[in-house]
């Protein structure tokens, strides 16, 4: 599919389309990939109406496509992938990992990885754990929930190295009802 093309396929999913011209190259193998997914997962409890893609132009010249998929009922569950040049932030939970091209390969682009993380994101196969030190967020981790709880990556800011006080930990997922 071609999403300049077949804008159909995307309007299936996304509620609000407003895809640049000309679309850039990367953000549609992206958006090419993830139309299939949304095909292959059919999450029941994403908002197309209110899922969108969007365009801006930066001030240094290049161009960020910005695709949202909407939780129907958690306004926090929002999954945002930006898309700009040779590289992606997927964001979600109030955490993000960063997508380039040394994360890919010859036989799987680092297109293809964004893809795989927006996947296990709304497979619930990501958790969110975040630490606090009294109302200080003093860490995150992502952890790979069902392969073998792996740390994906971690953020721990200068406090958090400090051995101060007691911590509490949250731990989130996100549940869009995919089929397994």
Do not use: N
């Not at 895809?19 to 090419?32: C, G, K, Q, V, W």
């Not at 990501?126 to 606090?132: G, K, M, P, S």
């Not at 740390?151 to 509490?168: A, I, Y």
């Amino acid at each position: 599919m071609s999403v300049e093309g077949d804008a159909g396929e995307v309007r299936r999913w996304f509620g609000s389309v407003a895809l640049p011209s000309p679309m850039p190259t990367e953000a549609e193998a992206i958006l090419d990939e993830l139309v299939a997914l949304l095909d292959l997962l059919d999450p029941q409890l994403m908002d197309r109406d209110h899922s969108s893609i969007s365009a801006r132009d930066r001030a240094r010249g290049d161009r960020i496509v910005t695709l949202q998929i909407k939780h129907v009922s958690d306004p926090s569950a929002t999954v945002c992938v930006d898309v700009s040049g040779a590289g992606a932030v997927v964001g979600w939970l109030g955490t993000h990992e960063h997508v380039d091209a040394t994360d890919g390969d010859a036989s799987r682009p680092w297109t293809s990885v964004v893809v795989d993380v927006v996947a296990a994101v709304l497979r619930g196969e990501y958790e969110v754990e975040r630490v606090h030190r009294g109302r200080r967020l003093i860490r995150t981790r992502v952890r790979d929930a069902v392969r073998d709880g792996s740390v994906v990556s971690e953020t721990v800011s200068l406090p958090g190295w400090l051995p101060l006080g007691r911590s509490s930990t949250q731990v989130q997922r996100i549940d869009f009802g995919v089929r397994r």
